[in-house]
């Protein structure tokens, strides 16, 4: 019996560990509609917010982030870069050490990531997808 008991309390203890791994919302990677980029790959969009290209869809492009803490940052990194903000801290700061890269401006919220990727024709944000309104175009959306 008390055998049993232990393993439902494992069971349930593995299944609260992977709850916050599990995730619902979508991701849109957003452009300006005035940029001439029209479709990105998973691949494209880890490489230009780890700082290894500066083009998509052979069109220039700069990566705008989030905040530490958003909810929606921590889920595009598991999602697209498959790091933790933790290990994201340490990619950057070895980059900027060696002087061999910066990080991506951020923005507070998904509004001002759409405001600003509106405003110019460079940018490339992510934003839970219920947040898209026409001012800008969705080039991929991550389930």
Do not use: C, H
């Not at 989030?66 to 870069?81: A, D, I, L, T, W």
């Not at 498959?82 to 507070?108: C, E, H």
């Amino acid at each position: 019996m008390r055998i049993i008991t232990l393993l439902k309390y494992s069971i349930i203890s593995m299944l609260l560990m992977l709850l916050p791994r599990l995730s619902f919302a979508e991701i849109a990677i957003i452009v300006n509609p005035d940029s001439g980029m029209t479709k990105a790959s998973i691949a494209d969009v880890r490489q230009l917010f780890l700082g290894k290209r500066n083009e998509i869809d052979k069109q220039p492009a700069r990566a705008l982030d989030q905040m530490e803490g958003s909810s929606v940052r921590e889920e595009f990194y598991s999602k697209v870069v498959n790091k933790t903000g933790a290990q994201l801290n340490a990619y950057w700061s070895r980059l900027i050490f060696t002087g061999k890269g910066m990080p991506p401006d951020k923005v507070d919220d998904d509004a001002e990531v759409v405001e600003a990727v509106a405003d110019e024709e460079d940018l490339v944000g992510y934003v839970t997808l219920s947040a898209v309104d026409e001012s800008v175009r969705v080039i991929l959306v991550i389930p």
